[in-house]
């Protein structure tokens, strides 16, 4: 799977909207784009994914460049709850078994 | 959705001692599991995957006689660390796949991991 690039920390107030940016230049056309979240002592969560259209859940939304190089994670009002290590990954169409390689993700802080 | 439940969330062990970490898909069948290890503000890094009924595959650098994972049934794979040392002491977390969920354009799920502190 394509490797993918994302800024160390960020930080965000509460209740403001989080945009959490992730490069991938490599991206294959069967690449998915996946978000996954850990925060503190926890296993990673599983948030959004998509192909090339945006994505909206219950969670997030999913914002995909037109050339698929680059996406970006929206949290449209951050809380505390939300401070965590935000992970991109690329997990191709043809990846059967599941294993996913986890770079080292954008730590997200949230201030009152 | 799925479910991992992965026990115990935490132990502490002396020196030596083996310690057995479990990981359980409750709503549906694992057919491939995968063990990570997580140090303090680092990434995971994956440790091995497991298939059922077959022999785990090892990532470069992991010792499998230390690290000896079990894999006989579709819904349990357990991880034991032989012989602790205060190094092995980490955040062991698994995952659980199936034919389903593996593809990749499905969501995995992870359990909440073991916090072990080898003294």
């Known amino acids: 799977d394509a490797k993918t690039t994302q800024p160390n920390s960020m930080e965000s107030n509460e209740e403001e909207p989080v945009h959490l940016p992730c490069n991938h230049s490599t991206i294959s056309g069967t690449d998915y784009i996946h978000w996954y979240r850990q925060l503190p002592s926890q296993g990673p969560e599983y948030v959004i994914h998509g192909l090339t259209s945006n994505v909206n859940n219950r969670m997030a939304s999913l914002a995909i460049a037109e050339d698929r190089k680059s996406s970006t994670l929206i949290l449209h009002r951050a809380t505390l709850r939300d401070a965590a290590v935000y992970y991109c990954?690329?997990?191709?169409?043809?990846?059967?078994?599941?294993?996913?390689?986890f770079g080292q993700g954008t730590e997200l802080s949230v201030k009152p | 959705g799925a479910v991992v439940s992965q026990h115990p969330s935490w132990v502490i062990c002396k020196s030596g001692t083996s310690v057995k970490i479990e990981c359980r898909s409750l709503?549906?069948?694992?057919?491939?599991m995968f063990w990570y290890r997580q140090f303090p503000k680092q990434s995971l890094m994956l440790m091995a995957t497991?298939?059922?009924?077959?022999?785990?595959?090892?990532e470069q650098g992991v010792e499998k006689d230390k690290f000896l994972i079990n894999h006989a049934s579709l819904t349990l794979s357990t991880l034991t660390v032989t012989s602790a040392h205060p190094e092995d002491s980490s955040f062991y977390i698994c995952?659980?796949?199936?034919?389903?969920?593996?593809?990749?354009?499905?969501?995995?799920?992870f359990g909440n991991g073991t916090r072990l502190t080898v003294t």
């Open positions: 990954i690329l997990r191709n169409i043809y990846n059967q078994g599941g294993k996913l390689i």
């Open positions: 995952s659980a796949s199936s034919p389903v969920y593996g593809q990749g354009n499905s969501p995995l799920h």
């Open positions: 497991s298939n059922e009924g077959s022999k785990a595959t090892y």
């Open positions: 709503d549906f069948q694992a057919t491939t």
